[in-house]
């Protein structure tokens, strides 16, 4: 049986691309001449995932898209980078998952069309499921795009192994007339039955008087 010691976790600020501060996490090992936990004595590689099929709410309306983990054990801390189409959405938020509620919130930065969420505990994580959570507003317009992890997502300052699964988001209505003919719905009263919209330099017209115009 290994002899678990109890550990300090002893967290610093540094600076990495465009002013980002992120969390570099140390352990020391208290009473023992024994060496921490390398890499290579951990367990498996975790593997952080994005939903492939998240359903997009309206315009204007939160979109929550959960990071999720399928082994969090011996977890003291991450840094993840997701990056989001900044034409569809914008960033409100970052919250725990229901894995990390005995942690404080994470730290939530912005860095040229990714958001960067970085947290740590004293205590490890266990188990598997949403590790963190990031709240958007959804933008005019949008439709489907890819939410993606980036280079900088580490977990232990980088000493646990990850792989990553991307994900992506599509709307439910879309712009098409569906099952129905809609009669009670208000539109923007110059495309009824027609092909296309026949104001020059549009190139579609969305309901509610929303209109896209052309670049």
């Given at each position: 049986?290994?002899?678990r010691?109890?550990?300090?976790?002893?967290?610093?600020?540094?600076?990495?691309?465009?002013?980002?501060?992120?969390?570099?996490?140390?352990?020391?090992?208290?009473?023992?001449?024994?060496?921490?936990?390398?890499?290579?004595?951990?367990?498996?590689?975790?593997?952080?995932?994005?939903?492939?099929?998240?359903?997009?709410?309206?315009?204007?309306?939160?979109?929550?898209?959960s990071?999720?983990?399928?082994?969090?054990?011996?977890?003291?801390?991450?840094?993840?980078?997701?990056?989001?189409?900044?034409?569809?959405?914008?960033?409100?938020r970052?919250?725990?998952?229901?894995?990390?509620?005995?942690?404080g919130?994470?730290?939530?930065?912005?860095?040229?069309?990714?958001?960067?969420?970085?947290?740590?505990?004293?205590?490890a994580?266990?188990?598997?499921?949403?590790?963190?959570?990031?709240?958007?507003?959804?933008?005019?317009?949008?439709?489907?795009?890819?939410?993606?992890?980036?280079?900088?997502?580490e977990?232990?300052?980088?000493?646990?192994?990850?792989?990553?699964?991307?994900?992506?988001?599509?709307?439910?209505?879309?712009?098409?007339?569906?099952?129905?003919?809609?009669?009670?719905?208000?539109?923007?009263?110059?495309?009824?039955?027609?092909?296309?919209?026949?104001?020059?330099?549009?190139?579609?017209?969305?309901?509610?008087?929303?209109?896209?115009?052309?670049?």
């Amino acid at each position: 049986m290994k002899l678990r010691l109890p550990v300090v976790l002893s967290i610093r600020h540094h600076l990495v691309d465009a002013g980002v501060m992120w969390l570099a996490l140390s352990f020391v090992v208290l009473g023992s001449a024994e060496t921490p936990v390398l890499s290579s004595e951990y367990k498996a590689v975790r593997t952080l995932s994005i939903g492939s099929d998240l359903s997009l709410p309206g315009a204007g309306e939160e979109f929550s898209v959960s990071v999720m983990i399928d082994d969090a054990s011996d977890l003291v801390g991450y840094r993840i980078q997701v990056l989001f189409p900044e034409l569809q959405l914008t960033p409100l938020r970052a919250e725990n998952g229901l894995l990390a509620q005995a942690w404080g919130n994470p730290i939530f930065k912005l860095d040229l069309g990714s958001v960067i969420l970085v947290n740590a505990g004293a205590s490890a994580l266990s188990g598997s499921g949403e590790l963190a959570r990031i709240v958007f507003t959804v933008l005019p317009g949008a439709s489907n795009g890819t939410l993606a992890f980036g280079s900088l997502t580490e977990l232990n300052d980088g000493a646990i192994a990850h792989t990553t699964v991307d994900g992506g988001f599509s709307s439910d209505g879309g712009e098409g007339e569906g099952d129905g003919e809609g009669e009670g719905e208000v539109g923007c009263g110059c495309c009824a039955g027609m092909d296309a919209c026949p104001i020059p330099g549009v190139s579609g017209c969305f309901i509610h008087s929303v209109i896209i115009f052309a670049e």
